[in-house]
Structures are given as structure tokens and as C-alpha cells.
């Protein structure tokens, strides 16, 4: 496997997790949708559950951290609504 190749996957996984962020932060804007993605990328991202943890793995981030720092985002984002 060559440089380019370990890149471009890297790149999909980080896609892959800024999709779930993303999907997370519209349900805490938008509510839930049909589907319920939204709320379950809500629910893993908050608990560090095992779609952040799968990801973070191929991200090589830290789970924990990522739903810390999302809690955190959400915390904000709760304290300028209020």
C-alpha cells in the first residue's frame, strides 16, 4: 500500500465521522428526522458509543475525546438558546 492510498483512506474515515457530527448537530438543531439518524449519531456521539468509536479507530482519534468535546459543543450550544 503506498502513501497516497493510506491518505485517501484516511480522508473516507474522516468523512465518514464528520458526517455523524454533522447528522448529530442537526438533530440537536432540527429534532429528529424520519429515519433517526439523527438522533442515533445524538445519542453515540454523546455516549462515545460504537459508531464514534469505530471511527475514531480508523481516524486514529480518541473516542472519549471526541464525545467530550461534543458534549461540550452541545452544552454551548444549549447555553446560547437559553
Known sequence: MHLADLEAELALWNAALALLIEDAKDF?????????????????L???????QHLARFCVLDAED????????????????A
Request: glycine content about 10%; hydrophobic content about 30%.
Open 28 to 44: 440537536m438543531h432540527r429534532g429528529r428526522d424520519k429515519s433517526g439518524h439523527r438522533e442515533a449519531a445524538y445519542r453515540d
Open 46 to 52: 454523546t455516549e462515545g458509543g460504537p459508531m464514534t
Open 66 to 81: 471526541i464525545a467530550l468535546q461534543f458534549r461540550a459543543w452541545c452544552e454551548q450550544q444549549a447555553r446560547r438558546a
